[in-house]
């Protein structure tokens, strides 16, 4: 069973254009969620996570969006440039739970110069 | 700073062949993970550590071992080696104040083919 889904798998988008990725999960437990960012041939790395309790929050060009009513989040990347090309996971954890940090199976996005 | 450090970076093993992967952090890290990333899949917990001498098994633990002698280095060992162990690992550590929000510092990884 997969906890977080995530969509699209793929994206291409212009430079200057706005990248959107989305998430969304089951178990109503989680209360802690992190965006993570992958260039090739590197580990992840963290780039944004929120709370359940902030519908929006922003660190840049980097945007997360939050609707703990229907269980969604997603990402968004403004003004895109060809160096946010990489891959992007969403991840869900519950605080103080036994159960470890749950990722996406990842965007892999190509911002085109 | 090194942060977390992984090694061999690439290797290619023959079936039933055996070998361990090396990671090595030095952030004092209580919490050490060990993940493997296939195409399309998103990263599968393997084990983890919450400290030395504790480890316990992940989501996908079967044909691996991992020990934790001291808190620097938390070992993942491949036992008679398949195909199907074919991909990306990478190991991961995060402090036992960011283990509750998935604050996770990633190696570089290591590539292992089993041919």
Not at chain 2, 40 to 47: E, N, R, S, T, W
């Amino acid at each position: 069973q997969q906890q977080v889904k995530q969509s699209p798998q793929s994206l291409i988008v212009q430079k200057g254009g706005i990248s959107i990725i989305n998430c969304a999960y089951e178990n109503t437990a989680f209360d802690y969620f992190p965006w993570y960012q992958q260039f090739p041939g590197k580990g992840p790395a963290l780039l944004i996570a929120i709370r359940p309790d902030v519908s929006e929050k922003k660190e840049g060009r980097f945007t997360i969006s939050f609707n703990k009513s229907a269980k969604q989040f997603s990402l968004h990347i403004m003004d895109s440039q060809p160096g946010d090309s990489a891959t992007y996971f969403c991840a869900a954890i519950a605080q103080g739970g036994s159960e470890k940090l749950v990722f996406g199976k990842g965007t892999k996005l190509t911002v085109n110069p | 700073n090194a942060g977390v450090t992984q090694t061999p970076k690439f290797r290619i093993l023959k079936i039933g062949q055996s070998m361990t992967l090396q990671c090595a952090q030095d952030m004092n890290h209580n919490y050490m993970y060990w993940y493997r990333q296939d195409p399309g899949m998103g990263l599968k917990l393997i084990y983890y550590s919450v400290g030395a001498g504790i480890t316990d098994k992940g989501e996908v633990p079967n044909g691996y071992n991992v020990s934790r002698s001291t808190t620097e280095y938390f070992p993942l060992r491949l036992e008679l080696a398949a195909p199907s162990q074919t991909s990306v690992y990478f190991c991961a550590s995060s402090s036992s104040r960011a283990s509750n929000t998935g604050e996770l510092f990633f190696g570089e990884g290591s590539r292992l083919t089993v041919l």
